[in-house]
């Protein structure tokens, strides 16, 4: 169940939110949508759940376009805002039921959706109880139960672990990731490690324009500048930036180091030299000519967070 934008383009009066931006999602794929407080993310999402039209441009999913179809392209979504509708006086069982008749789904098919969004989303324990009784964790649980209830083959999800603590953070995730085996899920969210950690492809958004696009293992190694050398020994100095930072300066192929504060005795630093180079064999010599305890000694990557910050930082 393919996503296809092409050119998509949305004013807010004179403020153009989304600026011409074309991409696609592959079935079965997980895609992450990042980008600041406004950048676009959410503008989109409810372009491509028919929530609102587009300016210009077009969206097709599994085919049909939202301007032509979108009826069709409504059942085939399902959509988790990140403001979760949920009515609190209804209990879980009521509320996805509910849902359900939205979806004009009959009562055999309701019945076995009912059972098996319970089960799938964990919700055995709560499905008698009043949504307002709920925390945030199982909130969200029944928001993707009722965007899945009437076995939607795209998933839209927009924000799904804002609020949550880190546990719930993993089970949400864990969800995402059972459920991407099945389904096209696209997801927003500001949380970058679980992007790694649930993603197959990322999209940064920013000021409403596509700035990079790729897997977060391409993202990283393109956007790395330089290598890093995360570097931690032991030396009894008196001035470390006196001392120590222009020893390891002259290591051949350092390019710049970064002090990363010290712990009495025990001194941190970020070591920066050509992008392809390793200067490791090199600090270890000097670390036994000046007699240093080398303690930690290791390549840091860039990291997706690091990647974010460096197209975005503008905003």
Same mark, same amino acid.
């Given at each position: 169940?393919?996503?296809?934008?092409?050119?998509?383009?949305?004013?807010?009066?004179?403020?153009?939110?989304?600026?011409?931006?074309?991409?696609?999602?592959?079935?079965?794929?997980?895609?992450?949508?990042?980008?600041?407080?406004?950048?676009?993310?959410?503008?989109?999402?409810?372009?491509?759940? @028919?929530?609102?039209?587009?300016?210009?441009?077009?969206?097709?999913?599994?085919?049909?376009?939202i301007a032509d179809h979108s009826l069709e392209v409504?059942?085939?979504?399902?959509?988790?805002?990140?403001?979760?509708?949920?009515?609190?006086?209804?209990?879980?069982?009521?509320?996805?039921?509910?849902?359900?008749?939205?979806?004009?789904?009959?009562?055999?098919?309701?019945?076995?959706?009912?059972?098996?969004?319970?089960?799938? @989303?964990?919700?055995?324990?709560?499905?008698?109880?009043?949504?307002?009784?709920?925390?945030?964790?199982?909130?969200?649980?029944?928001?993707?139960?009722?965007?899945?209830?009437?076995?939607?083959?795209?998933?839209?999800?927009?924000e799904p672990t804002s609020g949550l603590d880190p546990?719930?953070?993993?089970?949400?995730?864990?969800?995402?990731?059972?459920?991407?085996?099945?389904?096209?899920?696209?997801?927003?969210?500001?949380?970058?490690?679980?992007?790694?950690?649930? @993603?197959?492809?990322?999209?940064?958004?920013?000021?409403?324009?596509?700035?990079?696009?790729?897997?977060?293992?391409?993202?990283?190694?393109?956007?790395?500048?330089?290598?890093?050398?995360?570097?931690?020994?032991?030396?009894?100095?008196?001035?470390?930036?006196?001392?120590?930072?222009?020893?390891?300066?002259?290591?051949?192929?350092?390019?710049?180091?970064?002090?990363?504060?010290?712990?009495?005795?025990?001194?941190?630093?970020?070591?920066?030299?050509?992008?392809?180079?390793?200067?490791?064999?090199?600090?270890?010599?000097?670390?036994?000519?000046?007699?240093?305890?080398?303690?930690?000694?290791?390549?840091?990557?860039?990291?997706?967070?690091?990647?974010?910050?460096?197209?975005?930082?503008?905003?």
């Amino acid at each position: 169940m393919a996503i296809t934008v092409r050119n998509l383009t949305k004013f807010y009066g004179h403020e153009k939110a989304v600026n011409d931006i074309s991409f696609d999602v592959k079935t079965g794929e997980i895609l992450g949508f990042l980008g600041p407080n406004g950048a676009g993310k959410t503008t989109t999402m409810k372009i491509i759940t @028919c929530y609102m039209p587009p300016t210009s441009g077009s969206v097709d999913v599994d085919g049909y376009s939202i301007a032509d179809h979108s009826l069709e392209v409504r059942r085939k979504i399902g959509y988790l805002p990140e403001l979760n509708p949920l009515y609190f006086d209804m209990n879980v069982l009521e509320y996805l039921e509910y849902a359900a008749q939205l979806h004009q789904l009959d009562k055999t098919r309701t019945k076995q959706q009912l059972s098996l969004m319970i089960e799938v @989303c964990g919700l055995k324990s709560v499905r008698h109880k009043d949504i307002g009784e709920l925390s945030k964790g199982y909130r969200q649980r029944v928001g993707l139960a009722q965007a899945m209830i009437h076995e939607p083959d795209v998933l839209i999800l927009d924000e799904p672990t804002s609020g949550l603590d880190p546990n719930q953070i993993v089970e949400i995730r864990n969800l995402i990731k059972q459920l991407g085996r099945a389904k096209t899920v696209v997801l927003s969210t500001h949380i970058l490690s679980e992007v790694t950690a649930t @993603c197959d492809r990322v999209i940064i958004i920013n000021k409403g324009q596509i700035v990079a696009d790729g897997t977060p293992s391409e993202l990283q190694d393109k956007f790395q500048g330089s290598e890093i050398v995360a570097l931690e020994l032991r030396a009894s100095v008196q001035n470390a930036m006196a001392e120590l930072f222009p020893k390891i300066q002259a290591v051949p192929g350092v390019q710049s180091v970064e002090y990363g504060g010290a712990n009495g005795d025990v001194h941190k630093f970020s070591i920066h030299s050509l992008k392809g180079s390793d200067v490791r064999e090199d600090l270890f010599r000097k670390a036994v000519s000046e007699k240093w305890v080398l303690l930690e000694m290791g390549r840091k990557g860039t990291s997706l967070e690091d990647v974010f910050h460096q197209l975005t930082k503008n905003q």
